[in-house]
């Protein structure tokens, strides 16, 4: 496979595993769930549309900076209620390093995107490759030390939720679905399709981890989604 594409178009891809998945993991860590789904998914078309204006020489439509600076304003918004609100709790001041994991994130996501739609791959063929490298990539890091594993002290209850829902469902039936969207209607369309999971990961996130929003970040999903 890389002779067939190149070895940079396929680091492109492998972005999209293990870096993306550390990074919004990374990102957890400091800002709510609800801040993760409009900053990933809500400037992946951002991301998007930037690198091929400026690496592939795109042209760029008013229409489309228009939508571009409206999602650039959503990101203002949280990154700007996170920084500016003093009255805030010690660890809701810690936001914006969350913040700027996701949007590292959402960048790498765009660089997967865009070696998607450039390579002549298959959708089953890049999902094996983004797993494949993942994987090896994490047993490097393990077997170096850099990261520790809690795995062999987890029961299988806690294990199999997240088996199912990362593993088999973000991993690889998400993973089949994006590259079958991208070339079915192209890496900056499927990108901007993204904008429906603001919603629903601040909505889940209410019930499901006991998350709530404040009005500005309310007001900052809902503009990144527009």
């Known amino acids: 496979v ?3 594409f190149g070895l940079l178009l396929a680091l492109m891809i492998m972005l999209g595993g293990l870096p993306f998945v550390y990074l919004i993991s990374l990102g957890s860590s400091f800002a709510p769930a609800a801040h993760a789904g409009a900053l990933v998914p809500g400037t992946a078309p951002l991301f998007v549309t930037g ?4 690496l592939f020489k795109e042209p760029l439509p008013r229409s489309r900076m228009i939508g571009l600076l409206v999602i650039f304003s959503g990101v203002v918004v949280l990154l700007g209620s996170a920084l500016l ?3 805030m709790t010690s660890a809701a001041q810690s936001y914006w390093k ?3 994991a996701f949007l590292a994130a959402s960048l790498l996501g765009a660089f997967y995107t865009l070696g998607l739609r450039i390579v002549a791959i298959g959708a089953l063929e890049a999902t094996a490759l983004l797993s494949c490298g993942s994987l ?7 077997a170096t030390g850099v990261v520790e594993s809690n795995l062999l002290s987890v ?3 806690e294990i199999w939720p997240f088996l199912l829902t990362q593993g088999v469902g973000a991993g690889i039936i998400g993973g089949l679905t994006y590259g079958i969207a991208i ?10 399709l993204g904008s429906f999971t603001p919603a629903l990961a601040a909505l889940a996130a209410i019930p499901v981890l006991g998350e709530q929003m404040t009005q500005r970040t ?8 527009i």
């Open 2 to 4: 890389l002779l067939g």
């Open 51 to 54: 690198l091929a204006v400026l």
């Open 85 to 87: 609100n003093a009255d």
């Open 98 to 100: 969350g913040h700027l």
């Open 136 to 142: 090896l990539g994490l047993g490097l890091l393990l």
């Open 155 to 157: 029961s299988w209850g």
């Open 183 to 192: 070339r079915r209607l192209g890496a900056e369309k499927t990108a901007a």
């Open 218 to 225: 309310l007001i900052g999903v809902i503009v990144i989604m």
